[in-house]
């Protein structure tokens, strides 16, 4: 089974490290959906059984969305796919935007999950971010929408903020787990190109920590949760038990998923698919019945690489079961000795059915995947 995934591309203001799709013209949100609805009508057949268990509103900001919006969308979903067996409807949601009105139109339109780009508790951390919410905001989105019904939720933090010490970060660590969030994604800041704090890097005006610090305080993250009764399922995702996301996890075990909305990407077990990153002309595009993608099928190199990237960073691993099959179908005569050069290190383990990274090797997982690509 499938999920889809339908991308908001608005935004109040632009946050100086981001750069995702969206624009802050919110004028054309009605011409968006409309146009969303359209491509979900022409793609109805990308999923090859049809039956969905996710949806996931990203973005953006699909807390700007109206409760009619949101139905609209969910109700073209459910006239196009198999909604039987959908168990988790996930909504991407900033803090600002979270009264009680809007959480029960959430709640009342069939989202069951929310997600809170929290990101930091502390004023001049979301100033100099520019984030759109504040810190008394941040803590009392969390609240109402516990209170509101919304038990499963989930929270981003940030780590490895300019000239914040270990200190700074416990203390974000600690507010998360008191205020009793069950799923926690904690992301370190990473600076991309043509952001704010991009130009600021530039000027040397942007002092990070360096990578022994940001290590320290992925470790205090790490540590602290698992203490605290959160499983690590995810290099950046944490959760109680009961609470790991489904949408995610099925993308990161390879289950094909539909990504609709400008800039969405999918994927149907052989190729990889991508819409344009411009809203007017992915609504001018639909308008015509035209959907403005670019596709690339995939090579079985690619499709090895592809798992390693994703599976290695969970807890489930590369699956011994699964190697034979992607080994048989590429020349990778390296990949035993690879894998074993890593256990000999520490960075990898094997157990009966996989092989896992151990905490050592979770800080350096995208470094170790790259070493096993073809
Ligand atoms: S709200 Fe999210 S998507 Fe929008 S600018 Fe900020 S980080 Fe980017």
């Not at 933090?157 to 994604?185: A, F, N, T």
Request: net charge negative; proline share 3%.
């Amino acid at each position: 089974m499938a999920g889809v995934y339908v991308h908001i591309p608005f935004c109040k203001q632009k946050c100086h490290y981001c750069d995702f799709h969206f624009s802050t013209n919110l004028s054309r949100q009605d011409e968006m959906v409309d146009a969303i609805c359209q491509e979900i009508i022409l793609r109805k057949e990308y999923l090859a059984d049809n039956k969905i268990e996710t949806i996931y509103f990203g973005g953006g900001t699909p807390s700007l969305l109206s409760q009619n919006q949101i139905t609209k969308i969910l109700n073209t979903i459910s006239e196009c796919f198999d909604t039987l067996n959908v168990e988790e409807i996930t909504l991407e949601a900033n803090p600002d935007d979270l009264s009680k009105d809007v959480l029960k139109a959430f709640y009342a339109a069939g989202v069951n999950r929310l997600s809170i780009g929290i990101q930091s508790f502390d004023e001049d951390v979301l100033q100099q971010m520019n984030r759109a919410h504040n810190s008394t905001e941040a803590t009392e989105s969390i609240r109402l929408a516990q209170q509101f019904g919304f038990s499963n939720l989930t929270a981003d933090l940030i780590y490895g903020i300019p000239e914040k010490p270990l200190s700074y970060w416990k203390d974000q660590v600690q507010q998360m787990i008191d205020l009793g969030v069950k799923h926690i994604s904690a992301y370190c800041l990473t600076i991309e190109q043509n952001t704010v704090f991009n130009h600021l890097e530039n000027k040397g005006e942007l002092n990070l920590p360096n990578d022994e610090e940001s290590l320290e305080q992925f470790n205090y993250l790490v540590n602290t949760l698992a203490e605290n009764g959160y499983e690590q399922y995810e290099i950046s995702n944490f959760a109680k038990q009961g609470y790991i996301s489904k949408h995610n996890s099925a993308y990161w075990q390879g289950k094909s998923y539909l990504g609709v909305g400008p800039s969405a990407h999918s994927y149907d077990g052989n190729s990889r698919s991508w819409n344009i990153r411009n809203n007017s002309q992915y609504i001018k595009s639909l308008q015509k019945s035209e959907i403005p993608l670019e596709t690339e099928v995939l090579t079985f190199k690619d499709k090895f690489n592809d798992y390693v990237l994703t599976r290695l960073r969970t807890k489930w691993g590369l699956l011994k079961e699964d190697l034979p099959e992607l080994l048989g179908a590429i020349n990778h005569s390296e990949f035993s000795q690879i894998i074993e050069s890593h256990i000999s290190r520490g960075c990898l383990k094997e157990t009966d059915q996989a092989y896992v990274l151990t905490p050592e090797g979770k800080f350096i997982a995208d470094k170790l995947a790259a070493d096993l690509f073809v």
